[in-house]
Nanobody, 121 residues
């Protein structure tokens, strides 16, 4: 089993900052790309940012310059630093990882349970 556990969500005022974390654990041989997605009520899930195992990052246009994705040296924890947030970014934020399990040659998609971010004054 592979688990992705997110933390750091909550209520933040417009213009404020929040840092999300997501730790991968379990039967993991290797983690490749890790990403953050978000889904607002009534909307489709969308990619916020991702980071490859060699540190290459990619951002949605709407968050460029405000959000920063990073991962730890063990490459099993990913962070999302969110600055200058706006109310429209209220959503459930989900962590995703491409995982290779021990004893397997097939990459798997793993998802976290989601953490709620509410931007409101």
């Amino acid at each position: 089993q592979v688990q992705l556990v997110e933390s750091g969500g909550g209520l933040v005022q417009p213009g404020g900052s929040l840092r999300l974390s997501c730790a991968a654990s379990g039967n993991i041989f290797r983690v490749d790309t890790m990403a953050w997605y978000r889904q607002a009520p009534g909307k489709q899930r969308e990619l916020v940012a991702d980071i490859t195992s060699d540190g290459t990052t990619n951002y949605a246009d709407s968050v460029k310059g405000r959000f920063t994705i990073s991962r730890d040296s063990a490459k099993t924890t990913v962070y999302l630093q969110m600055n200058s947030v706006i109310p429209e970014e209220t959503a459930a934020y989900y962590c995703h990882a491409e995982v290779l399990k021990y004893g397997s040659s097939r990459w798997n998609d793993a998802w976290g349970q989601g953490t709620q971010v509410t931007v409101s004054s």
